[in-house]
Structures are given as C-alpha cells and as structure tokens.
C-alpha cells in the first residue's frame, strides 16, 4: 500500500512538472506562430536631423499600437522593429537588406535613402512610401510601380506655395486667371541648401517664374547651412527679395529666421517646406521666428480624437515611444498620418486578397486602391488632422491639398488657407521627366487604363 501511494505521489508531481514546463512552452509556441504583418522601421535617432527621424518614427509606432490594442488589421497584429540610419544612405541601405524579406512596405525617411531604395524595392517587390519627400517623378505609377508620394511630392508642394503667395498678395484664391497679375514682378528667393533635396524644387518654380511673370533666384546654401550670412546680405541688400523660401532642413532651417531678424526682413514674408516647419525648427530663433509660415499636411496639436486616442490608451497604458510632450507635435503627428495611410492601405488590400499576412504585391494593390473618403476620416476620429486622399495605378501622389501654419511665438497655428495644388502643370511636369527616366534606365511604361 505504501508503495502505491510513493508511486502515485511521483506520478502527480511528474504530472504537474510536465504541465508547469509545457503550459508556457505551449503558450510561447502559439505566440510564435501568431501572424503579424512586419513593418521595419529607418528611424533616426541619433544626428542632426533626430527631431523629424524620432518624431515620425515614434508617431508611426504608436498608431501601430493603438491598433493591436483593438483588432490589429481585422485580427492580424503588427510586429515592428527599428533599425538607426542616423539619416545616412549607406546605413539606410543595410537596414533594409536586414528587413527586406520580412517587411512589405517601407518609409525611407531620407530623400538619399529613396534614391537609393527606388531600384532596390522595385526589384523586391516593396512598397517604397516617400511621404513628401523623394522624387516628384516617382509620382508617375506607369514607371515607379513600387514608389508612392502620397500625400503630395515636392512640386505639387511648391505650386501651393506660389498660391499661398498669391493669395498673401490680395488674390482671391480662386480664378487662375487671375493670379499672374498678383504674382508679376515680385522677387522671390529660393534659398535652399545645396544638396539633392535642396535641388529638387528648382525646375518647378523655375517653370511657375516663366508662366506667371514673377522672379526667382536661387541661393545655395552649402552643407550643413550653419553660415548663410552671405546668402542673406545678397537676398535683403542686392536681390531685395519680396518673399523668401525657406528650403533647408534641421538645424539649417533656423539660421534663416535668425539672419532675417538681423537684416530686419519680416518673418511673415518668409515661407517654409515642410521640413523646416515643426517645432524644433522655431524654437531656438525665440521672437525672431513669430510670424513665419511654413507648409503643412496634416494637423498640429492633440486637438484630435485619434490623437486623443493615443494618449489615451497607448500613453495611458506606458506603451509610447516618446517623451509624452512631443506628442501632438508636427513630426509625431506626421508619423500618425503614416501610419493611417499604412493600416487604410492594408484594410484595402485584405478586402480583394483575404484578413492575412500581405505580401508586397498584395501590398501596393492596397496602396494603388486607396481611397480614404471623409466619412472615413471621421469614422478614424482624423477628420481635420487630413485630407482625403485617393491613389490610382498611375497617380501614386494623391495629389492632396497643402496647409499653412504660422508660427505666433507659442505655438503652429493653422491660417485656415488650404491650397489645391496646380494638378495638371504639376502631372505635365512629372510625366515628362519620368518618361525620361524610363527611356534612359529601359523601362516600359504600365498600360494603367
């Protein structure tokens, strides 16, 4: 009988080992074979340009969160990780080799990672989204299958701020008739520094000078655009500009302000891209910087529902990727409308190719039929944070309407002047240079229709 009962003791604590040893063994195992839909991550967190680099990646991750918190992409959760470029081509290039047979889309970050990414993700089959940054050729879907734009390219951006001036100058906004006689004879500086990205804009408003009679000259801004003393004794003494175009990036975009304050050139004659229109670009130049504009495609603040959403519950339950003041601010947001555009583009996709893991091509099939209406909007609690935005296989920019913010020494304050680009000068323009491209890299346009 003892012996029994010795037996049958070692029995049960054989028994509850083997279930305390294989429960979590088991739990783990289902983990591991749980689908998620990868997404990699080319932050930069380190170098001059950390601010943009920490802001859009940490913006982008905690949407991602707040989907798992809820049904990820119709019960497929996301998985993501990061990996530092420190804004450098060459590290970009290696983090995405070490992505790049897991992920299915990726956000550059960088004009020189684009570049270098347009031929790479083309050959495997990865959505490559330049979110306001890149080519503006690539624009054209018939000969960048695998590059996307959205919300709009550099040059639709720059037609929207020759508007904005128009518009500043008494122009109702409206009658494109009309716009030439408000623009005729103003001097407008392109001050821009002097590397591929600061080069990009020329051609458009080279071509928007010649057809509505205004002047334009470009001053180059050598690398890093610390000094730009020089440029501003040229663009206030000499040039005598009536406006200026502020097209530098990180620290390079508040020299401009500091300098004009020196010369006294008003800052609300100064405007800025997109990259040199967040919070870090202002702050340092103090009062000299109240009254700039900057450029703009999504909201500024957390005067949002999906904003709100996110502190909330991701901040709510210490899931964020970022000190919790930055979020609502320009480059936080701007990360949250990437990973909007991201999620809407997945939904898309699942609704042709079934609620799973989607692959590259499944993927741009997703990006090339989004369609983000404003009940859609709404429904996303994102409604005044964006525009709709509608994508097709040849328009892979949207071509969405551009914002403008000012600056009143505390905060972005939206002006309320939304700006449509100039759609068919800008398409023109990007056809015929992708064309080009195409004809001299061997490349046969898609039939799109």
Known sequence: MGRKLI????????????????????????????PTQFVGILAYRTGPFAAGGSGFSSGMEDYMELMNMKDGINGIKYSFEECETAYNTARGVECYNRFKDKMSLVHPLSTGITYALIPKGTADHIAVISSGYGRADASDGRVFPWVFTIPTNYWSQNTAKIKFIAIKQGWDGKDMATIGKYLKGLKIANLHIDVPYGQETKP?????????????????????????KAQWMDI????????????????????????????????????????????????PAGPAAKGYYSANWHGVGRDFPVIQEIVDKVYGQMKGHISFTRVGSVYFNRGVY??????????????????????????????????????????????????????????HEGGGPILFQQWNGEKWVMTGIVVEPMKEFVREMIEASAEKYAKEQGIKLIDCK
């Not at 604590?13 to 040893?21: D, E, G, N, P, T």
């Not at 928007?208 to 000094?227: C, S, T």
């Not at 006294?264 to 870090?280: A, H």
């Not at 583009?345 to 190719?353: D, I, P, R, V």
């Open 338 to 395: 990437a990973g909007i555009i991201n999620h809407e583009a997945l939904l898309t996709a699942q609704k042709k190719f079934g609620n799973k893991v989607l692959n590259g091509d499944e993927v741009r099939w997703g990006f090339e039929n989004l369609d983000i209406t404003k009940e859609r909007l709404k429904e996303l609690g994102a409604e005044k944070f964006m525009q709709p935005l509608k994508l097709s296989c040849a328009d």
């Open 236 to 283: 206030v003494r000499r040039y005598k500009a009536d406006w200026v175009i502020n097209r530098n990036w990180g620290v390079s975009c508040t020299v401009p302000l500091k300098e004009a304050a020196r010369l006294k050139f008003p800052s609300d004659r100064i405007l800025g891209v997109w990259w040199c229109g967040s919070e870090e670009d202002v702050l």
């Open 7 to 34: 037996f049958g003791f070692f029995a049960i604590v054989i028994a509850a080992s083997f279930v305390l040893v294989s429960g979590p063994a088991i739990a783990a195992e289902e983990k591991k074979e749980a």
């Open 204 to 228: 458009i408003l080279d071509a928007l000078a010649k057809k509505y009679g205004f002047e334009v000259r470009h001053f180059p801004v050598p690398w890093p655009g610390i000094d730009q």
